[in-house]
């Protein structure tokens, strides 16, 4: 029986996706819930497993195509003359391939995760035909308590050319996530009436109260540590209840005011910046707006971020200054009309009461659409912030 493998459902907001790489070849034997092939949209990579047992019959979508959702992208047969009676091809490289060679030992998505961990392959125990590891023993494997030393990935190879006068180019496609930011980013800087102002925070209080509560909170809040960008969420939180233009979108010709506040925070992934957010900071306390963070990173990392968590926002923080940022000028992400910048901490001289004091000083940038926001409302936005930030105490009190 032939069963049709489909794309998955995108989103409303996500129209098509790019096949971005097969895992099986037309031939191979694959088992049920098996990766076959990632598709890569504007904003996530989204994994296609096998839904039976069978021979892959038919790929219809190449990598680099661009498919819709539920689009048919390839076939699969089924039944048990299928997976008992490989095709000669597939047959024939299976009988061919040298048991010595680790590689062709590694089913394609075997071979994906003992690159993506570190593991060393040699010291895994097979279970399929003449010891071919499938993505089951590798996944049996980190799950046991004694493992391999971890050796280094082989690092894949970039497509070169050489130019007229020999020195070297290298020209590769740009993913889709890349196009989109910077689609976006255009149209940002188009569209809108874009201004920075910027302020200075001193960071004494912020780094006192970490520095005395960090192994106490890090114990009472089950290893979540104690950050600087909860801080900054919180005294973001209580500016935008004050200010509401700065926690508004426009929507064609309609000014839409936000009843909360999804602060969406900037993360830098493998594969571009990605802004997931955090919805109704406003009931977020620093313990659970660390941890929220800290699985976003982490998800990031590992291009396991889902749309919904990416889609929204009211407000957005940018950090580059754990880049080692100076000073910048954050471009907006629509239809929000405010962003904040933070950038590094740096000890700087400044008078203090007629006295020159050394202090751990932070430039901060608000980047806002001037349609929406007079410069007067920015301003005391941003002196607000730095107030709360320089006297912690006002976050409690309300002040």
Not at 218 to 245: I, N, Q, W, Y
Not at 311 to 333: Q, Y
Not at 339 to 348: A, T
Not at 360 to 379: C, Q, T
């Amino acid at each position: 029986m032939t069963i049709e493998i489909k794309a998955p459902t995108l989103p409303e907001s996500v129209p098509d996706g790019t096949i971005a790489s097969w895992y099986k070849n037309v031939g191979d034997a694959v088992s049920r819930d098996e990766l076959l092939v990632d598709i890569e949209t504007d904003k996530v990579v989204i994994e296609v497993v096998s839904p039976s047992d069978g021979i892959l019959k038919e790929i219809l979508k190449k990598s680099g195509d661009t498919i819709v959702s539920n689009e048919m992208i390839a076939s699969l047969e089924t039944g048990q003359a299928a997976v008992a009676e490989p095709t000669a091809k597939a047959q024939a490289e299976d009988d061919a391939a040298p048991v010595a060679e680790t590689d062709t030992l590694l089913s394609p998505a075997a071979k994906k995760l003992v690159e993506e961990n570190g593991l060393n392959a040699a010291a895994i125990v097979g279970s399929g035909k003449a010891g071919r590891i499938t993505k089951e023993d590798v996944l049996a494997h980190l799950e046991s308590p004694a493992k391999a030393a971890p050796v280094k990935a082989e690092v894949p190879t970039i497509p070169t050319s050489t130019a007229t006068d020999g020195r070297v180019e290298e020209r590769v496609p740009m993913g889709r996530l890349r196009a989109t930011v910077a689609d976006r980013l255009l149209h940002a800087s188009q569209s809108t009436a874009m201004l920075t102002t910027f302020n200075e925070v001193n960071m004494q209080s912020v780094m006192t109260i970490r520095s005395r509560y960090k192994e106490e909170f890090e114990k009472s809040h089950d290893g979540v540590r104690l950050g600087f960008m909860s801080f900054f969420v919180r005294a973001c939180t209580e500016a935008l209840k004050r200010f509401p233009a700065v926690n508004a979108s426009i929507d064609g010709g309609d000014i839409v005011y936000h009843g909360y506040q999804d602060i969406g925070v900037a993360v830098s992934s493998p594969r571009g910046l990605v802004v997931p957010v955090l919805r109704n900071a406003d009931n977020m306390g620093l313990a659970n707006i660390e941890k929220q963070i800290r699985q976003y990173g982490e998800k990031a990392k590992d291009g396991k971020l889902s749309i919904e968590e990416m889609t929204g926002g009211t407000f957005t923080i940018s950090n580059g200054g754990v880049f080692g940022s100076l000073l910048s000028t954050p471009i907006l992400n629509p239809p929000q009309t405010a962003i904040l910048g933070m950038h590094k901490i740096q000890e700087r001289p400044m008078a203090v009461d007629g006295e020159v004091k050394i202090l751990p000083m932070m430039y901060l940038a608000l980047s806002y659409d001037h349609r929406m926001i007079d410069g007067k409302e920015a301003v005391q936005f941003l002196v607000l912030i730095k107030a709360l930030l320089e006297d912690p105490t006002r976050l409690l009190l309300e002040l």
